[in-house]
């Protein structure tokens, strides 16, 4: 019985990485595809080319970054969280330091704000599992 609410515990955690794994690259996709000539919303006023150079630095960035926490996090590894801890802080910074790039959207900073604290709720449960 108490091995298998262990693996249940494991289980859900794996499975809340991979989904934010999921997410992470469903938005590194779609950050791709603005240079390719897609658009996100709007039109061709809004295109990759039209905005601002600090605008199409930080796409790139976040849309490199968020794939390669999207595969750490799914493979499981510790690098992929940190790099993750990372992006969180980068748009959260960017958002809040630099408005002009992506418009200052408190409402993103409270998005990885939870996803912050959900992350360190998981952390600190599965650490609570784990022998001295």
Request: proline share 4%.
């Amino acid at each position: 019985m108490k091995i298998e609410r262990k693996w249940r515990r494991n289980w859900q955690r794996q499975a809340a990485a991979a989904g934010l794994a999921m997410a992470l690259m469903a938005g590194s996709h779609s950050a791709y595809a603005l240079p390719a000539g897609g658009t996100v919303v709007g039109g061709e006023e809004e295109a990759f080319e039209n905005q601002t150079m600090a605008w199409q630095t930080a796409t790139i960035y976040f849309a490199v970054i968020e794939l390669v926490a999207a595969v750490g996090l799914w493979l499981a590894t510790p690098w992929g969280a940190v790099v993750w801890l990372t992006t969180v802080v980068s748009m959260a910074v960017i958002e809040l330091m630099f408005p002009g790039i992506y418009g200052g959207s408190l409402i993103v900073v409270g998005v990885e704000a939870l996803m912050l604290a959900g992350y360190l709720v998981l952390a600190w449960m599965a650490a609570r599992e784990r022998p001295p």
